[in-house]
């Protein structure tokens, strides 16, 4: 038995399952950071394209990003002006996650790394062994 290609057959499985660990942490990272960034800068996009469309379009976009109920007809009282969206404040103010998107961006900048390091280690694993001298 070759004991040296069993071992790195063991720590290649190992760290290939560590690298898809990683690749997927640092899609869900990704996606928390896009979900923090559209909820922080959503409504400022939305009110500068919707100043470009007309009044029919708006609806129609608010309504297929599920922010009008699909069954509300539109009777020409918008009780909320040309305001893409409204806020409800709770007397709090609230500050932007901005801690937390650079929190979100560094942990994507080291899981890169980690990514990074396991597929060099992989790579020397794939080598063709260095037999010992004796």
Same mark, same amino acid.
């Given at each position: 038995?070759?004991?040296e290609a069993v071992a790195r057959a063991g720590r290649r499985a190992q760290a290939q399952e560590a690298l898809a660990f990683e690749r997927e942490r640092e899609a869900a990272l990704r996606h928390q950071l896009a979900a923090?960034?559209?909820e922080e800068e959503g409504g400022r996009v939305?009110?500068? *394209?919707f100043a470009?469309?007309?009044?029919?379009?708006?609806q129609l @976009?608010?309504?297929?990003?599920?922010e009008l109920a699909d069954d509300v007809e539109d009777d020409g009282d918008d009780l909320f002006g040309d305001?893409?969206?409204?806020?409800?404040?709770d007397g709090e103010e609230d500050e932007p996650p901005v801690d937390e998107i *650079?929190?979100?961006?560094?942990?994507i900048v080291e899981s890169q790394? @980690?990514?990074a390091a396991l597929e060099r280690y992989i790579a020397v694993l794939e080598r063709p062994a260095v037999p010992e001298a004796r």
């Amino acid at each position: 038995m070759d004991r040296e290609a069993v071992a790195r057959a063991g720590r290649r499985a190992q760290a290939q399952e560590a690298l898809a660990f990683e690749r997927e942490r640092e899609a869900a990272l990704r996606h928390q950071l896009a979900a923090l960034v559209l909820e922080e800068e959503g409504g400022r996009v939305d009110a500068a *394209a919707f100043a470009e469309l007309e009044p029919e379009e708006v609806q129609l @976009v608010r309504s297929a990003l599920g922010e009008l109920a699909d069954d509300v007809e539109d009777d020409g009282d918008d009780l909320f002006g040309d305001e893409p969206y409204v806020t409800f404040d709770d007397g709090e103010e609230d500050e932007p996650p901005v801690d937390e998107i *650079a929190r979100l961006g560094s942990a994507i900048v080291e899981s890169q790394r @980690v990514q990074a390091a396991l597929e060099r280690y992989i790579a020397v694993l794939e080598r063709p062994a260095v037999p010992e001298a004796r």
